[in-house]
């Protein structure tokens, strides 16, 4: 089965500070690839799919990129809101793993 | 308003059953293929089983094939998820949600229930 690693497993920045989380697939998965947002005792929210389109109602500092195996999500401009633990997810194929999360706190 | 709402969790012997249910409503369910997701506590996401939105076509993950079944009732707007020969690494929050055809990825959830296996 593919794996997905994610990193790092958690990071502290400023607010505004622009933050990055990479996503990293065993085997290439085209454009299968999706982030969700969970902010504690919350359900999981979904931030992007196909890798790159933002889900409507998702504010415009979030973005995804990559393709293959590399994937990317970027936070142009951290908020205090954006206090959550990332997932990715892949979804060519059965299983559909997460990724094991990236806890994004405010410095 | 689309609404998913778990049902079915508690606590269980090793060893024992539980069916969860997820009943459904604000959408047209028959057109949606649904999935179970589940979270251990304090620990990351899961995905746990998948099915088609005609219920014709299954998928599992390897930690629990052969022991958990994945169905639903079109005419009912429910998804069930039995669950056999429970484990204390199954206890989790078990949540169910509902892919588009747009995302193909889950963007409705339900808010979950608890399953606890545990003597």
């Known amino acids: 089965d593919i794996q997905l690693t994610q990193s790092p497993s958690s990071l502290s920045a400023s607010v505004g500070d622009r933050v990055t989380i990479t996503c990293r697939a065993s085997?290439?998965?085209?454009?299968?690839l999706a982030w969700y947002q969970q902010k504690p005792g919350k359900v999981p929210k979904l931030l992007i799919y196909?890798?790159?389109t933002l889900q409507s109602g998702v504010p415009s500092r979030f973005s995804g990129s990559g393709s293959g195996t590399d994937f990317t999500l970027t936070v142009g401009s951290l908020q205090p809101e954006d206090v959550a633990t990332y997932y990715c997810?892949?979804?060519?194929?059965?299983?559909?793993?997460f990724g094991r999360g990236t806890k994004v706190e405010i410095k | 308003e689309v609404q998913l709402l778990e049902s079915g969790g508690g606590l269980v012997q090793p060893g024992g059953s539980l069916r969860l249910s997820c009943a459904a409503s604000?959408?047209?369910?028959?057109?949606?293929?649904l999935s179970w997701v589940r979270q251990a506590p304090g620990r990351g996401l899961e995905w746990v089983s998948g099915?088609?939105?005609?219920?014709?076509?299954?998928n599992y993950a390897d930690s629990v094939k052969g022991r958990f079944t994945i169905s639903r009732d079109n005419s009912m707007n429910t998804l069930y998820l039995q669950m056999n020969s429970l484990r204390a690494e199954d206890t989790a929050v078990y949540y169910c949600?509902?892919?588009?055809?747009?995302?193909?990825?889950?963007?409705?959830w339900g808010l979950g229930t608890l399953v606890t296996v545990s003597s």
């Open positions: 099915i088609s939105d005609t219920g014709r076509t299954t």
């Open positions: 997810q892949k979804y060519d194929s059965a299983p559909w793993t």
């Open positions: 949600s509902a892919k588009t055809t747009v995302t193909r990825v889950p963007v409705y």
């Open positions: 196909a890798a790159s």
């Open positions: 604000g959408f047209t369910f028959s057109s949606y293929p």
């Open positions: 085997q290439g998965i085209s454009n299968y």
